[in-house]
């Protein structure tokens, strides 16, 4: 890191957070969070029940359903870069320059949440064509939804403390949404004599709960620190864009991280249902272990600002690998047990909210050492790029899923054989033991920025000092 005297000088702003304390305050930083409790009442839903309405309801087969989950968050991945390249260009307003996008996609995400859970009655390849067409619209939208609101937190503070208590606010209004929607969702569906009608209607549902989240984050929220790039006056090229993003090493550390955590939540989110419905026997037994699942990871994400405060983020999120590593892997082994399965899930799925929780806080950092490290600051595209590695953890969660059912010979709606329970057992359990320890290995052998790092760097920032690059 370079000293006082390789720093080079930039204009900045922030004369809207306390100057001594850098803080802002405690209902902001609360308010921050309902923007993730109203992302999950739309993306939640696509995550944990749209295989199942494909398969099960509009009669899909698993192997079609992988290739529509897996080709459109490829898709989707690559639309995220866009959406931070725009939002980036824009010039700010009085409301800011990501709130006002924010808010505006996540209406229009809502009304496609809804379409994504219809099927028309068409041909089976029409059917397919319709699941493609609807589910990458959806995920363009989200990307114009949710990079704007990932780089909200970029330019609220700097403080440490202060991130890490809004990355726990953020991980609380997730897990708030997966406990509303998975305890809610099927009840709500049941009371339907037509799974066609009920789908739509309960997502609509959802849905509006959801931009009511994005509403309250927008209005609680604001744009405290504004930036100016120390390279404003010169046209920026793609040459800059890349330089932000592929010499990051903490954020490409997060990158690969993500890849497997995400993967590994999304696995276990899109499997539950089938789990409860094939291995132990009652689909309705799913709201009730997600109630319990989701409540435990309440509970373990409270502990992020003290964890924090303790051990430094990157060994609390060592922890929480850790632990979610010992619980699948012993969920794994032990036979099939209603209660067994669900105390080790609930632990599980605890522990990865606390990495999970801790990454919104790497995430920021990793945007404010882009911007100290080159002179150029793309809150959006930096936003972006981590966001790519959660699109492809999406579309390797997929195929996972999807693909075992394929492989081992799902049937929806009979009895399913031995190889295929065990495929489902796997899928909810290994492979997410393994994600997860392939995910600590890397943050705790690549991830170099430490939290009093950091602080030297946001220092620099504050005084409008960045690190003396090469050009």
């Not at 549902?205 to 994005?214: D, E, K, R």
């Not at 927008?218 to 040459?239: L, M, P, V």
Request: contains cysteine.
């Amino acid at each position: 890191m370079g000293n006082p005297s390789t720093l080079i000088k930039e204009p900045i702003n922030t004369s809207s957070l306390d100057q001594e304390t850098n803080k802002i305050p405690t209902k902001e930083k609360a308010l921050y969070g309902f923007g993730d409790f109203g992302n999950g009442f739309m993306f939640d839903l696509g995550q944990s029940y749209l295989m199942h309405f494909y398969t099960d309801v509009a009669g899909i087969s698993a192997a079609a359903a992988a290739g529509v989950f897996s080709i459109t968050k490829i898709f989707d991945a690559f639309m995220d870069p866009l959406a931070g390249s725009l939002i980036d260009a824009r010039t700010p307003g009085k409301r800011g320059k990501f709130r006002p996008v924010m808010m505006l996609s996540a209406i229009i995400l809502a009304v496609l949440t809804v379409v994504t859970f219809t099927m028309p009655d068409l041909s089976m390849g029409g059917k397919i064509a319709w699941a493609y067409g609807t589910y990458m619209a959806w995920g363009l939208v989200y990307s114009f939804t949710n990079v704007p609101y990932g780089s909200l937190a970029s330019v609220m503070t700097r403080d440490v403390g202060e991130r890490s208590f809004m990355a726990s606010t953020r991980q609380a209004g997730s897990i708030g949404a997966q406990l509303v929607t998975g305890v809610a969702f099927i009840p709500i569906l049941s009371m339907f004599s037509s799974t066609k009608l009920g789908y739509p209607v309960t997502a609509a549902i959802m849905a509006f709960i959801g931009v009511i989240g994005f509403f309250i984050c927008y209005k609680g929220t604001k744009e405290h620190i504004k930036t100016e790039n120390a390279r404003n006056k010169e046209k920026q090229s793609a040459k800059d864009y890349l330089r932000v993003v592929f010499t990051n090493r903490p954020l490409w550390c997060l990158v690969l991280m993500t890849l497997f955590t995400i993967s590994a939540m999304n696995t276990n989110n899109a499997m539950m249902i089938y789990f409860c419905q094939y291995n132990l026997g009652h689909v309705g037994l799913q709201p009730i272990i997600n109630f319990i699942q989701m409540g435990s990871s309440v509970v373990g994400i409270t502990l992020i600002p003290f964890l924090v405060r303790r051990l430094g983020k990157k060994k609390t999120a060592m922890l929480g690998l850790l632990v979610g590593v010992v619980a699948d892997a012993l969920n794994f082994v032990i036979p099939t047990n209603v209660y067994t399965f669900i105390v080790l899930v609930s632990i599980g799925y605890a522990a990865l909210a606390i990495s999970n929780g801790v990454t919104w806080a790497f995430v920021s950092d990793a945007i404010d050492y882009g911007h100290w490290h080159t002179g150029v600051r793309k809150e959006g595209v930096t936003y972006a790029a981590f966001n790519f590695s959660r699109k492809i953890a999406q579309s390797l969660a997929a195929i996972v899923s999807a693909g075992v059912l394929a492989a081992t010979g799902y049937v929806a709606n009979a009895h399913q054989t031995a190889g295929t329970l065990l495929g489902i057992k796997g899928t909810m359990t290994l492979y997410p033991a393994i994600a997860l320890l392939l995910a600590a290995i890397i943050i705790g052998l690549m991830y170099n920025l430490s939290d009093d790092k950091f602080k030297s760097i946001a220092n620099d920032l504050n005084n409008g000092r960045w690190e003396k690059g090469t050009f």
